[in-house]
């Protein structure tokens, strides 16, 4: 398991040496800065910023996402003069919840599985987390993104 783990974060630090990172703060930060400033602003870094790390959380370990993306966050907040306590909170908000969508992506969910089957229940697989997972994220996603626009844009 350490193994998977110290792969996952080798892989974000060659997203962040190739300039992948850079390039993604670049692309969020144009899509927000292409709304209106004021509310339709912040809602606009929300979704995108929410949704973005859910969706990256699910495919890659969500700590060393958090950790790569931690510098884009603050160059959103520095070149669209956007809340940086909002930004966090969807960024971290997305993170942890887009790492329940499949079994590798936290390390909760591995050891999950590991004391399952430790205890004698059928082994849960990739694809019997998945079915599980993704519903249960979208959910959580869903309603997570009412609260943030609740609490910050509306």
């Known amino acids: 398991m350490l193994l998977f783990f110290a792969g996952m974060f080798v892989m974000v630090e060659g997203a962040v040496e190739l300039g992948l990172m850079r390039k993604i703060a670049a692309l969020i930060t144009l899509i927000v800065q292409s709304v209106p400033e004021g509310n339709p602003q912040k ?19 969500n700590i060393p996402y958090t950790i790569a993306m931690i510098p884009v966050m603050q160059q959103m907040a520095n070149e669209s003069n956007l809340d940086i306590t909002m930004l966090t909170w969807a960024l971290a908000f997305g993170a942890c919840l887009g790492g329940n969508g499949t079994l590798t992506t936290a390390s909760a969910n591995i050891v999950t599985a590991g004391l399952s089957a430790k205890e004698g229940h059928d082994p849960i697989g990739f694809m019997a987390w998945l079915y599980s997972g993704v519903p249960v994220t979208i959910a959580t996603v869903a309603i997570d993104n009412v609260y943030l626009l609740l609490l910050y844009a509306i």
């Open 43 to 61: 809602i606009a870094a929300i979704e995108v910023l929410l949704r973005f790390s859910a969706i990256f959380s699910s495919v890659l370990d």
